[in-house]
Antibody
Framework: EVQLVESGGGLVQPGRSLKLSCVAS????????MNWIRQAPGKGLEWVAY????????YYAETVKGRFTISRDNAKNTLYLQMTSLRSEDTALYYC???????????WGQGVMVTVSS | DIQMTQSPASLSASLEEIVTITCQAS??????LAWYQQKPGKSPQLLIY???SLADGVPSRFSGSRSGTQYSLKISRLQVEDIGIYYC?????????FGSGTKLEIK
């Protein structure tokens, strides 16, 4: 069974940093591209970042480019999102999701909440 | 960026009714379109991929279609467990973009 479990969220002040993790199991993690997607409270879904299976290709949404860094450790089956210079508008539930062979997101974690507030 | 215009924003329908949700892409995305269902307090779940293919375990009352750059999700006989918010996703080019969502309720 495919499982994605996020952690590392919490309450953080504007301008500070936070690092999210997503541990994968039930599939060969190193064979799949991975994504972070977020959902602000009561709002829709926003794709945040993508990393290819071997970390060769990395893409970011314009809203986080230069502030967020996606990375992965295939030996640990873990995806990361380093978030710096956090803003109130980054407050959201952050999901990690697997990229399927048809380029969409076929499995999602349960999400981890990040709240940016003073 | 590719814009996905989803309609309606909300929908109230009766049990067993046919329900249709649409997404209009701002440019050609081929069949790189997926549909998701998000139930309250849960993660989104993949319903349809490749515009028309049913994801594993999804009931056959769900179907997807395409006409040019307009994509539709149809629920043939609405059930109570179908309530939630539905999103389309274009998977053609980065940044991948979602529709704004359709909230489906039972009348």
């Amino acid at each position: 069974e495919v499982q994605l479990v996020e952690s590392g969220g919490g309450l953080v002040q504007p301008g500070r940093s936070l690092k999210l993790s997503c541990v994968a199991s039930g599939f060969t993690f190193s064979n799949y591209g991975m994504n972070w997607i977020r959902q602000a409270p009561g709002k829709g879904l926003e794709w945040v970042a993508y990393i290819s299976s071997g970390s060769s290709y990395i893409y970011y949404a314009e809203t986080v480019k230069g502030r967020f860094t996606i990375s992965r450790d295939n030996a640990k089956n873990t995806l990361y999102l380093q978030m710096t210079s956090l803003r109130s508008e980054d407050t959201a539930l952050y999901y990690c999701a697997r990229r399927s062979t048809t380029e969409d997101f076929d499995y999602w974690g349960q999400g981890v909440m990040v709240t940016v507030s003073s | 960026d590719i814009q996905m215009t989803q309609s309606p924003a909300s929908l109230s329908a009766s049990l067993e009714e046919i329900v249709t949700i649409t997404c209009q892409a701002s440019q050609d995305i081929g069949n790189w379109l997926a549909w998701y269902q998000q139930k309250p307090g849960k993660s989104p779940q993949l319903l349809i991929y490749g515009a028309t293919s049913l994801a594993d375990g999804v009931p056959s009352r769900f179907s997807g279609s395409r006409s040019g750059t307009q994509y539709s999700l149809k629920i043939s006989r609405l059930q109570v467990e179908d309530i939630g918010i539905y999103y389309c996703l274009q998977a053609y080019s980065a940044p991948l973009t979602f529709g704004s969502g359709t909230k489906l309720e039972i009348k």
